[in-house]
């Protein structure tokens, strides 16, 4: 396919777009795949819900933003009606993906965390195009619910420009001297979620004193928190030590991450893939969520076991997490933030934060000493443009018939 704007009679796509509302990894998969579109075709995007994940998509002209409550059938219809999408990109939203694709817009859905689904969690199995990104393995729970889809196709990480980031993978390597030895990013992701709402500081009030802790030990001078807090945020400050909190846009995260000389990171997949594609090493702090642990066992087999934190076994056990996983997604998500409130309001806060801090340390002296590059996770970073292909394609189809 060789011009896909003139085989759709020379106007821009129109798309609607969408990620989940828990934390800001759909955000950055939304971001990476309208990147790869822009670069091929005009777009005309109008952003739907993604509440949470908004501060991530700065700078990608969507033109406008609407709400609409996926369980209202007659709504979705007459949004669908109103807009005449062309089609939609759904991440990780399986009701919205449902209701859209009922609706009469094709849906092309991207599922981030394949490994992580079981009977007992929403699969929209009917859409258009079911983009799963490659990562862990399946476990048989998720290959019996995977099963339950029509149109899947396996895609790799999804991240933003694989291509470029290659090259700035490149660079940095060969420049490591060019980094800010005095400057780490922090970043804390997308924190909520429709289980935690946005008024449970409970991670953020375990992790941040050790994470700036050990920090301050290993001699870093600045710090840029990322995520979702507040920029009014009062965070303490270990001796000299200056703090930064940001919200970022998307480019801007990718650029700190070249730049810094220390990354500290909860283990979210996007940011965690991200890393790796720019060929970085980072410290995982402890999860947030069930995806998080297992994510946590991504860097742990490719890389190194002392790059990831867990938490204290007064609070969380892996048994207890494979157990509460068995009974789906949600369940096991809601049980874990239980535990994480619990220890931030009990006598284990002193626990947590004594071997939180010694255990970051050990990954800072890793960090310090050449560990492995992330970029062992994977061979092949080109979701973005992979899934960006399939929406052109089935565009220019559409209108040729």
């Known amino acids: ?64 933003w609407r709400t609409v409550d996926a369980s209202d059938a007659a709504a979705v219809d007459a949004l669908v009606a109103e ?14 993906a449902t209701a859209l694709q009922s609706a009469g817009c094709p849906v092309i859905y991207v599922d981030s965390l394949p490994f992580l689904w079981t009977e007992h969690d929403p699969v929209p199995g009917d859409v258009e195009l079911y983009c799963a990104q490659r990562t862990l393995p ?41 980094r800010d030895a005095g400057l780490a990013v922090l970043n804390l992701g997308g924190l909520h979620s429709p289980v935690t709402g946005s008024t449970d500081d409970s991670y953020q009030r375990l992790v941040l004193g050790p994470a700036l802790e050990a920090l301050s030990a290993v001699g870093v001078e600045r710090v840029v928190i990322t995520g979702n807090l507040a920029p009014d945020t009062v965070v303490p400050s270990p001796g000299s030590m200056t703090v930064d909190v940001r919200r970022c846009a998307h480019d801007e995260f990718v650029e700190l991450l070249l730049r810094a000389g220390r990354i ?6 996007t940011t965690v893939l991200e890393i790796a594609a720019v060929g970085r090493s980072a410290v995982l702090l402890p999860p947030q969520n069930l995806s998080q642990v297992l994510n946590g066992d991504l860097v742990e087999h490719a890389c190194s076991a002392q790059l990831r934190t867990s938490w204290p076994l007064q609070v969380l056990t892996r048994a207890s997490i494979d157990a509460w996983h068995r ?5 096991a998500v809601e049980r874990i933030r239980a535990r994480l409130a619990t220890a931030c309001a009990n006598h284990l806060r002193d626990i947590v934060t004594r071997e939180l801090t ?5 990954g800072l002296a890793l960090l310090a000493d050449g560990a492995p590059s992330f970029a062992r996770i994977a061979q092949d970073f080109g979701g973005a443009e992979r899934v960006a292909e399939e929406i052109l394609s089935r565009w220019a189809a559409a209108a040729v018939a």
């Open 1 to 64: 396919m060789s011009d896909p704007q003139v085989r759709a009679g020379a106007r821009p796509l129109r798309i609607l777009a969408s990620g989940v509302n828990f934390g800001w990894g759909s955000a950055g998969k939304l971001s990476s795949v309208l990147r790869a579109l822009g670069s091929r075709a005009e777009l005309e995007v109008t952003g739907i819900g993604t509440e949470l994940g908004r501060p991530v998509l700065g700078g990608l002209g969507i033109a406008r």
């Open 83 to 96: 807009l005449a999408p062309d089609l939609a990109l759904v991440v990780l939203d399986p009701e919205l």
């Open 358 to 362: 010694t255990d970051l340390e050990k």
């Open 138 to 178: 399946l476990p048989p729970a998720a290959e019996s619910a995977l099963g339950r889809v029509r149109n899947l196709t396996w895609v790799p990480p999804i991240v933003p420009d694989s291509a470029g980031l290659s090259r700035a993978a490149l660079r940095a390597e060969n420049t490591a001297t060019g």
């Open 327 to 331: 009974e789906g997604e949600e369940y």
């Open 264 to 269: 500290m990171t909860s283990p979210g997949l």
